[in-house]
């Protein structure tokens, strides 16, 4: 009687657990058309894809996190944060799904949510060099010049090629009146990006403040020629 209970129970685990394997490869499947529809932009075909995954496996946590992304870029904000918070609960991704959710939050208006996100995954990931870039960006909104510039340079200092960097820095300096290193940052980011207009208004706006007006004007003509108009008040008030 024992080794037929035994016998029962033994094929009943097994039956469970060849379920399970079912329904992991078929969440899967349904995952990897989601991924696919995802990297060609279809957003919305990407979620119902996932939508299925989780459905057949509640536990496909790689299917909330991409999901997560596609919200995102379909500007459900909500929703994206929604499915970042699972994959934070259930621990997948941490660092990418603190900094994603944080993004989302920054859209949202929520400046010390984003910020509260941006620290934790840096604190799991303190080489995450976006996360370090989108925190910053949040603090120069809310005036944190000092802070956003910090966090700027350490994103350079992980990636010296990202020199689109050196805009945020020059921006960050002149803000806070450090006219020389504005005009530094801006001389570091028009070396490789020569076609930015606003980049040259505001290096013309250091140079004002440092008593270079011939530099100035040259740098307000350009930006004028790129097509940046706010530099036409900028040539009538200082290039006479």
């Known amino acids: 009687m024992h080794k037929l209970l035994f016998t029962f129970v033994f094929l009943l685990i097994l039956k469970s657990f060849a379920f399970c394997q079912a329904d992991t490869i078929v969440s899967n499947k349904y995952f990897q058309k989601g991924f696919h529809e995802q990297t060609i932009k279809k957003y919305n075909e990407a979620i119902a894809y996932y939508d299925s995954s989780i459905m057949v496996n509640s536990n496909s946590n790689k299917a909330y996190f991409y999901r997560g992304l596609a919200k995102y870029h379909l500007n459900d904000l909500q929703g994206s944060i929604d499915d970042y918070s699972k994959c934070i609960e259930d621990k997948i991704e941490l660092s990418r ?28 990931n303190p080489k995450n060099e976006r996360c370090y870039i989108n925190k910053g960006g949040v603090e120069y909104k809310l005036k944190l010049y000092d802070n956003a510039l910090s966090e700027f340079t350490k994103a350079l200092a992980l990636n010296p090629q990202n020199t689109g960097v ?15 290193s504005a005009v530094d940052g801006f001389d570091k980011f028009l070396t490789a990006n020569p076609n930015n207009g606003n980049a040259y208004l505001l290096r013309g706006t250091a140079k004002v403040n440092i008593n270079d007006n011939l530099g100035a004007c040259s740098d307000f003509q350009k930006a004028l020629s790129l097509g940046n108009s706010d530099a036409k008040e900028a040539i009538k008030e200082f290039c006479k």
């Open 97 to 124: 799904s603190y900094d994603n959710r944080g993004y989302s939050k920054y859209l949202l208006g929520d400046n010390q949510g984003a910020i509260n996100d941006y620290n934790k995954s840096l604190e799991i």
């Open 166 to 180: 050196y805009f945020n820095i020059g921006i960050s300096n002149l803000a806070l009146k450090n006219f020389k």
